[in-house]
């Protein structure tokens, strides 16, 4: 545990932690269970990718695209803060297209586990020294060393 505390702090000495991620991660740290525990409710190595979000000049364009050269069809369309998502595939989402700039930009992709718990999965992203963002996002977003938004969610 001190290896995990360790890190969260010499990650917010660095500045790519925020004082808000770390007491955060500490808090969650305290609160978890052991990093065995965790882990054995999370599976990974059964993950797929459940679906790329990328943002679009022109929404209309990009699901014409989709549906033409791929056969996808609309699988839900929401809106959220403001913005439309459009969501493409075959019997589930494999694509997901919302407004934004710049046009091209992946916003995220996801990784589906079998048996999601997010207190699992939070306890074992924290000992890994990685606090998930915040927010009313679908399954628990973390970044990468490069800032890419990568999603956890319930394998579909």
Known sequence: ???????????????????????QGLAMLAASGT????????NFKAA???????QVGNLQKSIDFYQKMFGFAVV????????????????KTLVS?????PPGRVDHFAIGIPRFARESITSYLVQ??????????AGLHIKDPDGVNVQISSQT
């Open 76 to 91: 839900s369309q929401a809106e959220e803060g403001g913005v439309k998502i459009v969501r493409l595939g075959n019997n």
């Open 48 to 54: 797929n990718i459940d679906h790329v979000s990328v």
């Open 97 to 101: 297209l919302n407004v934004g700039g």
């Open 128 to 137: 890994r020294g990685v606090a998930p963002l915040q927010g009313d996002l």
């Open 35 to 42: 990093a065995a525990s965790a882990q054995e409710d999370i």
């Open 1 to 23: 545990m001190e290896s995990i505390i360790s890190n969260l702090l010499s990650r917010f000495e660095k500045g790519s932690l925020s004082r808000r991620e770390l007491v």
